[in-house]
């Protein structure tokens, strides 16, 4: 009878230890906290996307520009050359 007994509680204990970890999986499976994060990181760098683009096209347009200011100055030195 004892021996039952003793085989009785070292059986509950492993399922207590079981149920805990079932309990633990569970937890962690339905914790969104990591998905929400991601999605708050993601839209992130959309938005960082969206201003380097505006920038570089800033940067592009102000590139263009000062080429065709040179390029304006270049002929007109080349016209007064000629003359």
């Known amino acids: 009878l004892n021996t039952a007994r003793d085989?009785?509680?070292?059986l509950?204990?492993?399922?207590?230890?079981?149920k805990a970890m079932i309990d633990e999986r569970g937890n962690?499976?339905?914790?969104?906290n990591p998905l929400v994060?991601?999605?708050t990181?993601?839209?992130n760098i959309?938005?960082?996307?969206?201003?380097?683009?505006?920038e570089i096209g800033v940067l592009e347009h102000t590139?263009?520009?000062?080429?065709?200011?040179n390029?304006?100055?270049?002929?007109?030195?080349d016209r007064t050359h000629a003359q």
């Open 12 to 18: 509950s204990q492993q399922l207590a230890k079981v």
């Open 37 to 39: 994060r991601i999605k």
């Open 71 to 77: 390029h304006a100055m270049n002929s007109s030195s």
């Open 28 to 32: 962690s499976m339905t914790n969104t």
């Open 46 to 54: 959309k938005s960082e996307i969206r201003d380097y683009d505006l």
């Open 7 to 10: 085989e009785l509680h070292s």
């Open 63 to 69: 590139l263009l520009h000062k080429r065709l200011e």
């Open 41 to 43: 990181a993601l839209q």
